[in-house]
Structures are given as structure tokens and as C-alpha cells.
């Protein structure tokens, strides 16, 4: 357990290291940071050697002096001045180790040797999770560390555990303390704005530990709808002097199983997660800033998501202080899945898990606890036991889980721990309601379902977010298999099979492929009142996986409109009725769900699934007479870009229009009819054709604009009005529009060889040759590569 005391005097130690790792020389590193994202070496596992000097105040000799680490990956020995300070092993905990007797006044030598999970330390017996199986593991002082100076008392073991209706109970120890007598504390809940809403003073018991309780009228509960923050602080004071503090941020909230549903205070709540392993390409450890954790939170709930699942890895501060801000819930899976249990992994286990569970535990967005994942008979019921009653004390307020996907589907050892039925149910649409039957038992405990991750639908990749490759399809991984083959052959593959597009066509259709199974599973999922929620696989492509909502680069790969159709708080459900046939005795009369024949008479069953305590409401329930004559469903968008891409330009802009009568609001539609008038007349003016029709830009700069209107950010609709701006001479139109492509996708290649013929036109050379080059950097398109590189030879300048 780590002492605080925030009013300690600190030393940062982030910053530059010296970093020797394996037999390569020395060279400067940046710490936090995992060092893979520094080196091309993924595979090497250790000593990694860190190195700093420190200067050290003579004033700071008479207190106790503690290295404190917030996470190190996984082993790390601590030296200071070449002598042994300790060590700690678990890549996911903080840690203090206190150096005190080592230190001089002056310069001194702080050296940490680091191994990550590999060798050494073998990958099933750390608790590494899953990002070692997405290509590999990371190592290193990936979180912030410093040194923290005592020079009085400090808090130890504090928790922290807030209730709806302004109930706070907090629990520590002080260490340090001198007599008792002349010492107090006082708990108090604060505002946003400092104000002490509440206080109280805590009780001491001989062994130096403490406890307060309060109860005020004055606070707001906690909800994803209205995410009320107040600060809970402890203060240490002797002598009308404040020597310690500590402060917790918490939300006031309850929530709990009541009648087998899911209760937040007094609501039903729904739980609508998807499921995200810490991938992140870039860092390869999890450690998003804040704006990519809002960003992430704002994607997810476009989506019609209320939760992410942190499966199997445990992220910095930042995502769970953005994750109570915004209201957003949090599945939070320790790392364990796959483990070879050995008595070192149990110790490991019990620390690190209490560990994380102290320094957690506040966060109101925390709603669920798993213990670990589709774990076997390794790890058996004592060992479940003792971690759950550590998850239960740390979290009393959350819903528990012991074994997420379940003990029996995984031939685990089966207990009584778990306070919902968990699945795993990765199939095929028409699998899908014959495995949950398979699993259901009348006769069981009633308990909510929660699937804790299910549902996966991989797309084809969109390759041209891969240029420039990937370090994974470049750089040797620790993978035992080649996940990658078909990533790195990909334009070989595809050519092979006659795809001449880079597999554009196959991409769109492959996301609206998944759409649809999503869809069909997630609306079985709704019908079924004992549902109390899922988790969607997964939040992002990685390199062996493709079922991500957003693709390599963040960007949503599917309409939220679409999906907030099945996916959101509210879902329309429907079904038909039920018959039997005789057939030698009584057989149920199977029918194909959505499909009625012309002048059948048919039941429709229209339903509301709110997820909450009705979980099904039926709406209408009547016969009606169909009267379809050829009952087809035509995707008249997919249409129109086929069309499209055949240069079937008359088709498509008939296609686009009939998308546009329907759904006024299709931004992507207006953009895409934009595109074939823009393109009709182009192709016509090429050909000397007499009827070209130059109203045609006209039209084209219209619907650009309304797209625009319709979404803001739609960097193409820009970039293409620009272009059609360019046509009638309107230059400084077609200049700002070019301008704002660039600005809102800086990775959009056609706005910069657009803009750089403009300042080309203009005689502004420099500018040109920059803005060619840029779209050089970024086009992939042969053609014009050509017509670039011809640009800046007439320029005098080379690519």
C-alpha cells in the first residue's frame, strides 16, 4: 500500500533517461513511455537498464525519501549510488520503495533494471492480459514516477466508499503519528468550486487507524445523465496545523441486482459495452491523454454504447477521471486470462489486485468487476474466492463477476461467486439463439445475463490506412504464429483475385455485412427480457483482428444512425406468432422471422425493449392482410456507388436521388450525388462532349454545401466543392475550402494538389512545391504521382 500525503514535497522523474536495453549501446529515452514505442526491438525482454542522476537537498536527509512508481512493466531492481534499494514485480501496480539510507546530499545515481514478461518472466505467469496476443507486449517505466519526501505523517490504507443519497463512509491508517492526543482529523465533502458541503471527525482506535462517517442532504447522486463530482478530503492536523492530507474524487451512487434486473439508484439500467483491449499502435501501453479518451467516449456513445470493457489490462488515471466526468461506465477485467497458476502467480495475483483495487476504488464509473477471462481449472475455487472477497471489500458498490464467459463454457471451476451469468458467444446469426437456449436453465438462480463479450463481425481491412506500413507488418513480433501474412500480401492477394480497387468495393460491403449481423444478434439479445446487457467485440481493428468499430486510424467505420437503431436505449423489436403442425404428433411450425408471403395472412408482434424493468413491452399485436406484390429490400445507396465506380454516372445520380428523398438527412448521399455531377461533366468536357452539361457544377457545389450543412466536418465535401469552385474560376472560394479539408483531415491527399495549383496559378511557387510534395507523401494513385511529379519539374523543383 502506498503512503500519501499530498502535501509532501515531491521530485519529478519524468523526463529523459539513459536506456541501455540488451547488448545495443545507450541512448537517450523519454520517460513515461513503453520502450517499444522508442525502439524497432519488440522481442527483447530484458535488462533494460534505466539511469539519472539526482541532486538531493541537504535538508531533505532527515526525512524518509521513497522512489514511488505509478507502473513499471514488469520487473523492476532499483539502485541507487550501486547499492540494492528493492525491487517489485507486477506491470499494472504503483509502488513505493524507500531509499532514504542510500541517499547523499548532492549528486547521486538512480538506476532501475527492468524486464518485461517473456524469458525471464514467462508471459502466462504475469498477468499480462491480452495485448501480448495482439502482437506483443510491452515493457518499461510507462507510467509516471518521482520521489515523495515524508517529513511528518501520511495516510496508508484509505478508502473511500460513497452511496447514493450523500452517505460516505472513509477508512485509513496514519503512519508517522506521534501522540495521538494532539492529533486530529477532518473529513470533508467539497464542491467543484472547494466548498464544504459536509465534515466530520474521524474516530481513532489504538492501532492508529481511523473512520468517519457522514450524511448530508446536499449532494447530488451520480448518474451517466448528470455525472455530479465532489471531492472527498482527509485531513491530518496537530496543533491547528494541517501535516497530511488526502482527497479522493468521488460519485455519490448505488448500484445493485434487485428481482434479477440492473439497478442504478432508482432506475433500470441497461449495460451497452464494447469490448476494448488496450490497443494502441502508437504507445503500445495504455495510457491515452484525456482527449483521446473523450474522443473515444463520444465515438462509443454516437454508437449507442453507455460502457467500454477494459478487458484484461488496467489503464492510467486519465481514462477513469474522463470516464466519471462524462458519465461513461467502465467494465474493469483484471489480467488474467490463460494463466499457468503457479504459488508466485497467486502472490502476484492477491498484491496486485489489492493494489489496484486501492488505488480505484473511488470511481463512480466503475460498474462491473471481473476477475479474469475464460480462465480453466488453473485457477481453482480457493484462489477465486480469495480474489473476490478482495474485489467485494474494495467494491462494495459494483456488480461481480469471477470468471467473465463462464466456468462451465470454459471448463473452469464453477462457483456461486458471480453476481450475473456470463457468456461468451462468438457464432454464426442462426447459432446464436440455439447456444443461448443450450445455456439457459429454468431451474438456475435468477440472475441478469451480461455478455461479457460477444458478437464480433470482421470487415476487410481498409488497406489504404496502412501507407505507410505499419511497424507490425514491418518489424519482428514475439508471435509464435503469422497473423500478418495476409495484411502484408494483401496487394498481391488481391490483384490474385482479379480485385483491382485495393479491395475499397469489398471494404464497404464487408461493413455493411457486419452491421447486419450486429444488428439480427443484438435484436435477439433485446427480445430476451433476461438480457441485462453485452459487451459488443470489438472497439478498434488491431493487427489480427478487423471487428472494430473504428478502423486503424479512430475513425468510426459504421453510421451511428444505423446503429443506434439496434444499439441504443430504446429498440424497436419485432416478431411474429407461434404455430404448430401436426406431423405424427405435435412439431413447432417454423417460420422464417421477417418473411411473409404475398396474400398471407400475417401476425406482426411489435415490441419496445428499453433494457430496463419491463424489458419488453408489446405494442400491437394484430392480423393484418399483406398485400406485397414483389417484396425486395434495394440498397440504393451501394447501388449508386457501384454505379459510381463503373463511371455510370446517369445511374448513380439516380440512385443518390432516391436516397436523398428518402432520408432528407443523409449527408453522404448529397456528398455522393455531388460527386457524379461533378464527375458526369468532367468526363464529358474530356471527350469534347457537346452536350455537356455545365449546370452540372452548379449542381455539384449544392449538394456539396448541403452535406456541409448536414456535417460540419466533412473534410471530402470540402475538398470536392473546392474543386468544382476551381472550375468556375472561383478561386478564392475553391482556396478556403481547400484550406478547411486540410485542416479538419490532414491526411486527405487531393485538397493539397488542389490548393497547390491554385498557388501555382497565383505565382506562389514555394507554396506549390510544398503542397505537391505533401500530396506525394500521402497518394498512392500512380497516375497522379505522374501528374505531380510533372508539376514540380515545370516548377523546378524535384519530388
Known amino acids: 500500500m502506498l503512503l500519501r500525503n499530498e502535501l509532501s514535497t515531491t521530485l519529478s522523474l519524468d523526463g529523459e533517461w539513459e536506456f541501455t536495453l540488451g547488448d545495443a549501446p545507450p541512448r537517450a529515452i523519454v520517460v513515461p513511455s513503453a520502450w517499444e514505442a522508442r525502439t524497432d526491438d519488440k522481442i527483447t525482454d530484458g535488462p533494460a537498464l534505466y539511469r539519472r542522476s539526482l541532486i538531493i537537498p541537504e535538508s531533505w536527509l532527515g526525512s524518509v525519501i521513497a522512489l514511488e512508481c505509478d507502473a513499471v512493466s514488469f520487473h523492476a531492481e532499483v539502485r541507487v549510488n550501486g547499492q540494492p534499494a528493492g525491487a517489485h514485480d507486477g506491470m499494472w501496480s504503483a509502488f513505493q520503495i524507500e531509499i532514504t539510507p542510500l541517499l547523499r546530499a548532492g549528486k547521486n545515481l538512480l538506476e532501475i533494471e527492468v524486464w518485461k514478461p517473456g524469458g525471464r518472466f514467462p508471459l502466462r505467469e504475469t498477468l499480462s492480459g491480452f495485448l501480448p496476443d495482439l502482437a506483443a507486449t510491452f515493457g518499461g517505466l510507462w507510467q509516471g514516477l518521482r520521489l515523495r519526501v515524508f517529513s511528518w505523517a501520511a495516510f496508508n490504507d484509505v478508502r473511500v466508499f460513497a452511496h447514493g443519497g450523500g452517505w460516505i463512509d472513509v477508512q485509513g491508517r496514519i503512519t508517522g503519528l506521534g501522540k495521538r492526543r494532539k492529533n486530529e482529523i477532518v473529513v470533508e465533502v ?244 440455439p447456444l443461448v437456449q443450450h445455456f439457459h436453465r429454468p431451474y438456475q438462480p435468477g440472475k441478469p445475463w451480461l455478455f461479457g463479450e460477444f458478437c464480433d463481425a470482421d470487415t476487410l481491412r481498409d488497406f489504404s490506412l496502412l501507407d505507410p506500413e505499419a511497424w507490425w507488418l514491418t518489424q519482428a513480433t514475439p508471435l509464435d504464429r503469422d497473423d500478418f501474412a495476409a495484411t502484408r500480401q494483401h496487394q498481391t492477394r488481391l490483384r490474385d483475385a482479379g480485385v483491382n480497387d485495393g479491395g475499397a468495393a469489398l471494404t464497404r460491403i464487408a461493413r455493411q455485412q457486419a452491421t447486419a449481423v450486429r444488428k439480427f444478434i443484438v435484436e435477439q439479445t433485446r427480445a430476451n427480457s433476461a438480457a441485462g446487457g453485452y459487451v459488443i467485440t470489438g472497439w478498434s481493428d488491431t493487427p489480427i483482428t478487423t471487428s472494430g468499430v473504428v478502423d486503424d486510424r479512430g475513425e468510426l467505420k459504421f453510421s451511428p444512425d444505423e446503429w443506434r437503431q439496434f444499439n441504443g436505449d430504446r429498440v424497436l423489436i419485432i416478431d411474429r406468432e407461434r404455430r404448430r403442425r401436426w406431423i405424427g404428433g405435435d412439431r413447432p411450425a417454423n417460420q422464417a422471422p421477417f418473411v411473409w408471403w404475398q396474400g398471407e395472412t400475417a401476425e406482426i408482434h411489435v415490441a419496445l425493449s428499453n433494457g430496463g424493468e419491463v424489458a419488453l413491452a408489446l405494442l400491437s399485436c394484430q392480423t393484418i392482410t399483406t398485400l406485397i406484390a414483389t417484396p425486395t429490400v434495394v440498397n440504393h445507396l451501394e447501388l449508386g456507388r457501384q454505379a459510381f465506380d463503373a463511371a455510370r454516372y446517369d445511374e448513380a445520380i439516380a440512385e443518390f436521388t432516391i436516397v436523398v428523398t428518402d432520408d432528407p438527412a443523409s449527408a453522404e448521399a448529397y456528398y455522393l450525388r455531388g460527386s457524379a455531377y461533378y464527375k458526369r461533366y468532367e468526363d464529358a468536357y474530356a471527350r469534347n462532349d457537346p452536350d455537356a452539361d455545365g449546370e452540372d457544377f452548379n449542381r455539384a457545389i449544392d449538394d456539396f454545401t448541403k452535406a456541409i450543412e448536414l456535417s460540419p466536418a466533412y473534410a471530402e465535401a470540402y475538398n470536392y466543392r473546392g474543386l468544382a469552385y476551381a472550375g468556375f474560376g472561383m478561386n478564392e472560394q475553391a482556396l478556403a475550402d481547400y484550406n478547411t479539408a486540410i485542416q479538419l483531415k490532414p491526411d486527405l491527399e487531393t485538397p493539397y494538389y488542389g490548393r497547390g495549383y491554385l498557388y501555382e496559378t497565383e505565382g506562389k511557387i514555394d507554396l506549390a512545391i510544398a503542397d505537391y510534395r505533401r500530396f506525394l507523401e500521402l497518394n498512392d494513385d500512380p497516375y497522379w504521382e505522374r501528374e505531380a511529379e510533372k508539376r514540380l519539374a515545370e516548377l523546378g523543383a524535384g519530388p
Open 190 to 433: 467539497l464542491d467543484d468550486h472547494n466548498n464544504s458541503l459536509a465534515r466530520a471527525r474521524a474516530n481513532f482506535a489504538n492501532d492508529d487507524s481511523f473512520a468517519a462517517h457522514i450524511e448530508s442532504g446536499k449532494i447530488a447522486n451520480w448518474n451517466p445523465l448528470a455525472p455530479t463530482l465532489y471531492s472527498v478530503r482527509a485531513s491530518l492536523r496537530a496543533r491547528d496545523a494541517e501535516i497530511a492530507r488526502a482527497t479522493r474524487r468521488v460519485g455519490f451512487r448505488d448500484l445493485e441486482i434487485a428481482d434479477g434486473k440492473i439497478m442504478l439508484g432508482e432506475s433500470p439500467l441497461h449495460l451497452r459495452g464494447v469490448l476494448h483491449w488496450g490497443w494502441d499502435a502508437a504507445c503500445l501501453c495504455p495510457t491515452p491523454t484525456r482527449d483521446e479518451a473523450l474522443d473515444m467516449f463520444a465515438k462509443a456513445r454516437a454508437l449507442g454504447f453507455n460502457m467500454i470493457k477494459l478487458c484484461l489490462f488496467a489503464p492510467d488515471e486519465t481514462m477513469f477521471d474522463a470516464a466519471d466526468e462524462t458519465g461513461l461506465l467502465l467494465w474493469l477485467e483484471m489480467p488474467m486470462w490463460l494463466p499457468r497458476v503457479t504459488p508466485a502467480l497467486r502472490e502476484l495475483a492477491l498484491r496486485e489486485y489489492r493494489d489496484l483495487f486501492s488505488r480505484l476504488h473511488h470511481h463512480p464509473s466503475i460498474a462491473v468487476i471481473s476477475l479474469g477471462c475464460e480462465l480453466n481449472s488453473q485457477a481453482d475455487g480457493d484462489f477465486l474466492a480469495a480474489l473476490n472477497r478482495l474485489a467485494r471489500e474494495w467494491f462494495p458498490n459494483a456488480l461481480h463477476c469471477d470468471n467473465s464467459g463462464s466456468a462451465e463454457a470454459y471448463g473452469g471451476v464453477e462457483t456461486a461467486l458471480s453476481d450475473f451469468y456470463d457468456y461468451h458467444f462468438y457464432t454464426d446469426p442462426h447459432f446464436f439463439q
